[in-house]
């Protein structure tokens, strides 16, 4: 499609795979990302890593305009870095508060303040989100707060961006299988609770799903890139579920 995307955490788990896409797609991938895992390299001249701690929100507007300087004007946005972990309430403190909302929330807000100043009409936002900013569950207060945020910032954006002819959307995906949720649901606070993750994932798609299974990243790399195209042209201001009929249940 020929556009410049940008994604951040782009460099592994859900982030390769979007970055990926979107690539395959015809598109410029940016990926801003903490950790350079060689994916722009392997990609070739349509990619390019930038190095960015999205937390750190004075470093967000000089990744934009490095992104902007080399291949201009931003057409998508997709604020995918994020941070999942569990802790009960007599477990939190001010350090794992900041630590959240600041990758979740804070950084996500403001990579859509920047990456929307280089924006022209016809452009859109994706951010993920989870299905944990649609209901609550025990240990995971924090979390849920963060991805409760995103969506109203989701909602708020599409109103305000909308007239600009900019259009934001959220994807609020279940449990993928990637690095980062292993070693979430391995501590010990996380609803697996020590149980072998195979084990946990297959009974919580078996019992909590519609459809008896998970959704993979590919579906929701794939439902990005449907967000983000023309196809969805009418489409802001939601955040869809990419669950496999979990919320229903």
Same mark, same amino acid.
């Not at 070739?44 to 201009?72: C, H, M, N, Y």
């Not at 606070?189 to 299974?213: C, E, I």
């Given at each position: 499609?020929?556009?410049?995307?940008?994604?951040?955490?782009?460099?592994?788990?859900? $982030?390769?795979?979007?970055?990926?896409?979107?690539? *395959?797609? $015809?598109?410029?991938?940016?990926? +801003?990302?903490?950790?350079?895992?060689?994916?722009?390299?392997?990609?070739?001249?349509?990619?390019?890593?930038?190095?960015?701690?999205?937390?750190?929100?004075?470093?967000?507007?000089?990744?934009?305009?490095?992104?902007?300087?080399?291949?201009?004007?931003?057409?998508?946005?997709?604020?995918?870095?994020?941070? %999942? *972990?569990?802790?009960? +309430?007599?477990?939190?403190?001010?350090?794992?508060?900041?630590?959240?909302?600041?990758?979740?929330?804070?950084?996500?807000?403001?990579?859509?303040?920047?990456? %929307?100043? %280089?924006?022209?009409?016809?452009?859109?936002?994706?951010?993920?989100?989870?299905?944990?900013?649609?209901?609550?569950?025990?240990?995971?207060?924090?979390?849920? *707060?963060?991805?409760?945020?995103?969506?109203?910032?989701? @909602?708020?954006?599409?109103?305000?961006?909308?007239?600009?002819?900019?259009?934001?959307?959220?994807?609020?995906?279940?449990? +993928?299988?990637?690095?980062?949720?292993?070693?979430?649901?391995?501590?010990?606070? %996380?609803?697996?609770?020590?149980?072998?993750?195979?084990?946990?994932?297959?009974?919580?798609?078996?019992?909590?799903?519609?459809?008896?299974? +998970?959704?993979?990243? @590919?579906?929701?790399?794939?439902?990005?890139?449907?967000?983000?195209?023309?196809? *969805? $042209?009418?489409?802001? $201001?939601?955040?869809?579920?990419?669950?496999?009929?979990?919320?229903?249940?």
């Amino acid at each position: 499609m020929n556009r410049t995307v940008v994604i951040t955490g782009g460099s592994r788990g859900l $982030g390769e795979k979007i970055t990926r896409a979107f690539h *395959a797609a $015809g598109d410029r991938v940016a990926i +801003l990302s903490r950790t350079d895992t060689g994916l722009a390299k392997e990609l070739g001249d349509r990619a390019k890593f930038f190095p960015v701690d999205i937390s750190r929100t004075a470093l967000i507007q000089p990744a934009i305009e490095a992104v902007r300087e080399w291949a201009g004007d931003i057409g998508v946005l997709i604020n995918n870095a994020g941070y %999942s *972990a569990w802790k009960p +309430l007599d477990k939190i403190d001010e350090d794992f508060w900041d630590v959240m909302i600041g990758t979740n929330l804070k950084g996500l807000l403001f990579a859509c303040k920047y990456a %929307s100043a %280089s924006m022209h009409p016809g452009a859109a936002i994706v951010n993920i989100s989870s299905l944990a900013g649609k209901r609550g569950s025990a240990n995971n207060s924090v979390y849920c *707060a963060s991805k409760f945020g995103v969506n109203g910032i989701t @909602q708020a954006l599409a109103k305000e961006l909308g007239v600009k002819g900019i259009r934001v959307n959220a994807v609020c995906p279940v449990y +993928l299988r990637t690095e980062g949720l292993e070693d979430a649901l391995n501590q010990s606070d %996380s609803p697996a609770q020590g149980q072998d993750l195979g084990s946990f994932l297959g009974q919580f798609a078996k019992t909590q799903t519609a459809m008896g299974v +998970l959704p993979t990243e @590919q579906q929701v790399a794939d439902t990005c890139v449907f967000l983000a195209s023309s196809a *969805a $042209g009418a489409i802001t $201001g939601q955040c869809i579920n990419v669950d496999c009929g979990v919320l229903p249940q």
